[in-house]
């Protein structure tokens, strides 16, 4: 199993759509979770942290659940420069450091 | 004011060849990495420092070896570039290495392309 799995996409949608993306983490040490935002050809940013209690930030909302060990990220609204690749990202305690582990990211299109 | 850089942003070589990328952050933190992203776009670890000291040294080869002078640098040098060596390499920093909500800030990648 990898120890952080998300759905490859593409998820292709049209503007004004909502969408949401999932991701799995295999290691119950977690300590502390993001989605980064990683356009073609350039470096990843980060989008947001997610917290246990679940944030939000405009149209984007990530929520955090412990107890089954996944991640989301809900879009709404979606706008065309939201077209891009999604990475979950986990950092936690493994084999005597804190690493920060990276999913493949899920590619979103989002169309006219 | 670029957070973090590296140079070059494109290097194009030889199988055979020896290179260098070089890595340099202006943001005061304790923490570098390099990660290597290749074509199925798979970001993977290869290196952490912890000012100046070595602290995740992943299932890379022995070709591939890590130079901190400083904690504003982190430079990678690579041995007898192969084909499969060919990707974006990014340099990153953070505050600490983990434990807390840490946001790592990525360098503009060095596309690396062995013939």
């Known amino acids: 199993r990898k120890e952080v799995e998300q759905d490859p996409g593409p998820f292709n949608v049209p503007e004004g759509a909502t969408v949401a993306f999932n991701c799995t983490y295999s290691?119950?040490?977690?300590?502390?979770f993001f989605w980064y935002r990683q356009d073609c050809r350039k470096e990843p940013k980060l989008l947001m942290s997610?917290?246990?209690s679940g944030n939000e930030d405009g149209r984007f909302t990530a929520q955090l659940n412990r107890a089954s060990q996944y991640i989301s990220l809900l879009i709404r609204d979606s706008k065309l420069s939201d077209s891009a690749t999604y990475l979950c990202?986990?950092?936690?305690?493994?084999?005597?450091?804190?690493?920060?582990?990276f999913g493949t990211g899920t590619r979103l299109k989002v169309l006219a | 004011d670029t957070a973090v850089s590296q140079t070059p942003k494109y290097l194009v070589t030889q199988m055979g060849n020896d290179k260098s990328i070089k890595c340099e952050q202006n943001?005061?933190?304790?923490?570098m990495y390099w990660y290597k992203q290749d074509s199925k776009k798979f970001l993977k670890i290869m290196f952490s420092?912890?000012?100046?000291?070595?602290?995740i040294n992943e299932t890379v080869p022995n070709r591939f070896s890590p130079k901190s002078p400083d904690k504003a640098h982190l430079n990678l040098h690579i041995n007898s570039l192969e084909l499969g060596d060919s990707a974006v390499y990014f340099c990153?920093?953070?505050?600490?290495?983990?434990?807390?909500?840490?946001?790592?800030?990525f360098g503009p990648g060095t596309r690396l392309t062995v013939l």
């Open positions: 997610v917290y246990s």
């Open positions: 990202v986990v950092n936690g305690w493994a084999s005597g450091t804190y690493k920060y582990i």
């Open positions: 990153a920093s953070s505050q600490k290495g983990g434990g807390t909500y840490n946001e790592q800030f």
């Open positions: 420092y912890n000012n100046k000291e070595l602290i």
């Open positions: 290691n119950s040490a977690s300590q502390s």
């Open positions: 943001l005061g933190h304790d923490t």
